[in-house]
C-alpha cells in the first residue's frame, strides 16, 4: 500500500484516469484547470521553453464546465482539447502531458475549486504509485505563463529541500502589450499593488503566515496535500481556504527565484478573484483604486504584539484585554467569543510558541480579512491605494518618492524578491 493509498480511496473524487505509468524519476506535476481556454497553447509554449529540471515532470490538464454551461463554452472546451492533442503533435517536449476532459459532470457545486482538486488528487495518486511523497504538485492557471526556471527552482527549492513542504510562487501580471486595452493594463496595475500593500501591511503588523494565496502559483509536496485533507471543493477561493490550511502546518515559504505571469483579462466565472476584479473595475481609469486604510494594520500590529500577555492572563485579564484593545479590534471581538477561544488556546498549549501558534490559526488570514472590512466601513475608510502603499513605506523607513504608480509597485515587487529598489 502506498502512502496515500487509503487517503485515496476515500476523498479521490474520480478513479484513476492517466492509464500510463508515471516514470519513477517523476517529481513534479503541474495541474491546470481549463474552462473556456482555447488559447491553452500559449501556457504550454511557455512551459516548454522552461529548463528542464533534474527529474521527470508531468504536466496534467483538467478541461471542464459547470452543468449549465452553454454551447460556446462547450465549443471553447472542444478547441482546448483539440490544441492540446495538436501540440503533443507538433511538440518534442521534455514533460509528459496529460489532460483529462471532465465534461459537464453532475457533482454539486462544481467550479475551480473541484476542476483543481481532480488533477491534484490524480497528481498525488499518481506520486503514490511510485512511492514519492516528497513529488511536487504545482498549480497553474490556463492564461498563465512563466519564467523558464520554473522547474528548476521548484526542483531545487521545493522538491530537494526536505524542509520545505509548501510555497507560494512569486508573480507579476502584464503591465503593457498590445493583447489588452490601456485600461486593463492600468486597472491590474492598481490592484496588484493592492495585493503587494497588503501582504507587506500584514508583514509590518507581525503575522506570521504572510503569503500570497494565488492558485495559478503555488505549489506544495505530494505528502502534505494529502496531510492537510486536500484541495477544497470551493466554487471559488479554494486557494485561499487551501492554503490556510497548508500554513500552520510549517515549511511554508515564498518562492521567489521565479515568476509566474497571470493574465490580467476580465472574468465572470467565479464569484471573487482578480477576474472579476477586473470586470468591476471598467471605466476605472484616471481613478483611484481604494484599499485597506493603514491605520487598521497599526491596530493589528499592537494586537499581535501583545499575545505573550494573552497567555500569562487569567478570564478576567483575558476580559480586561479585550476591553482595552483599540476601538476597532474591541468592536469586532465580541466578549465571549474572545474569552472563550483564548482560554480554550491557553487549556491546549503548553508555552508561548505553542499557544501563538494555536492562536494564528485562529486569527488567521480569514479572520484579518473580516476585521478589515468591519473597520472599512466606517472606522478606518478606504484610500488610494497609491497614497496608503506611500505611507507604508514611509512606516517602514523605505523610499517614498516614487513619481508613477508603476514605480511605486516596482518598489514593491521589490521587496518580495528581496531586491534593493531604494535607489531606483
Not at 43 to 60: A, T
Not at 261 to 267: A, I
Not at 304 to 319: A, H, P, V, W
Amino acid at each position: 500500500m502506498g502512502f496515500a493509498t487509503s487517503w485515496l480511496d476515500k476523498r479521490a473524487l474520480f478513479p484513476e484516469f492517466i492509464n500510463e505509468p508515471p516514470d519513477n524519476q517523476t517529481g513534479i506535476i503541474v495541474v491546470i484547470p481549463a474552462y473556456n481556454e482555447p488559447g491553452i497553447a500559449d501556457l504550454l509554449d511557455s512551459l516548454v521553453k522552461c529548463i528542464e529540471p533534474g527529474c521527470r515532470v508531468e504536466v496534467l490538464v483538467i478541461v471542464n464546465a459547470p452543468a449549465d454551461a452553454g454551447p460556446e463554452i462547450s465549443l471553447n472546451n472542444k478547441i482546448c482539447v483539440s490544441n492540446i492533442e495538436s501540440w503533443k503533435r507538433e511538440n518534442n517536449s521534455f514533460f509528459r502531458l496529460y489532460y483529462f476532459d471532465a465534461g459537464r459532470p453532475s457533482i454539486k457545486g462544481w467550479g475551480v475549486g473541484l476542476a483543481r482538486k481532480t488533477g491534484m488528487d490524480e497528481a498525488l495518486r499518481r506520486f503514490n504509485s511510485i512511492g514519492k511523497p516528497e513529488g511536487v504538485i504545482a498549480s497553474l492557471d490556463a492564461d498563465c505563463t512563466v519564467e523558464k526556471n520554473y522547474f528548476t527552482e521548484l526542483f531545487s527549492d521545493l522538491y530537494r529541500n526536505k524542509h520545505n513542504k509548501a510555497c507560494s510562487i512569486y508573480f507579476e501580471h502584464p503591465l503593457s502589450g498590445n493583447d489588452f486595452s490601456p485600461d486593463i493594463y492600468s486597472n491590474i496595475l492598481q490592484y496588484e499593488l493592492h495585493v503587494r500593500y497588503y501582504l507587506q501591511g500584514l508583514k509590518y503588523a507581525g503575522f506570521p503566515y504572510a503569503f500570497h494565496t494565488v492558485g495559478s502559483s503555488m505549489a506544495v509536496k505530494a505528502s502534505s496535500y494529502e496531510g492537510c485533507g486536500g484541495m477544497n471543493r470551493k466554487q471559488a477561493g479554494e486557494d485561499f481556504y487551501f492554503i490556510q490550511k497548508l500554513m500552520p502546518l510549517g515549511g511554508y515559504f515564498a518562492l521567489n527565484s521565479t515568476t509566474v505571469y497571470p493574465s490580467p483579462r476580465e472574468s465572470s466565472r467565479v464569484p471573487f478573484g482578480t477576474g472579476v476584479v477586473m470586470s468591476r473595475l471598467i471605466g476605472l481609469s484616471g481613478k483611484n483604486f481604494l484599499t485597506y486604510n493603514i491605520e487598521a494594520f497599526k491596530e493589528l500590529r499592537h494586537f499581535f504584539s501583545l499575545t505573550g500577555e494573552l497567555y500569562r492572563s487569567d478570564k478576567s485579564e483575558i476580559i480586561a484585554f479585550r476591553n482595552s484593545l483599540p476601538h476597532g479590534l474591541e468592536t469586532f471581538l465580541l466578549e465571549d467569543e474572545f474569552l472563550e477561544t483564548v482560554t480554550e488556546i491557553k487549556e491546549n498549549t503548553s508555552g508561548i510558541d505553542s499557544f501563538r501558534k494555536r492562536f494564528f490559526a485562529w486569527f488567521n488570514m480569514f479572520r484579518i480579512i473580516k476585521y478589515l472590512n468591519h473597520v472599512s466601513s466606517g472606522l478606518f475608510v478606504k484610500h488610494a491605494v497609491t497614497e496608503q502603499a506611500q505611507v507604508l513605506l514611509e512606516i517602514i523607513g523605505k523610499k517614498t518618492d516614487y513619481a508613477t504608480p508603476q514605480e511605486l509597485l516596482e518598489c514593491y515587487r521589490s521587496m518580495e524578491r528581496g531586491i534593493n529598489y531604494s535607489s531606483f
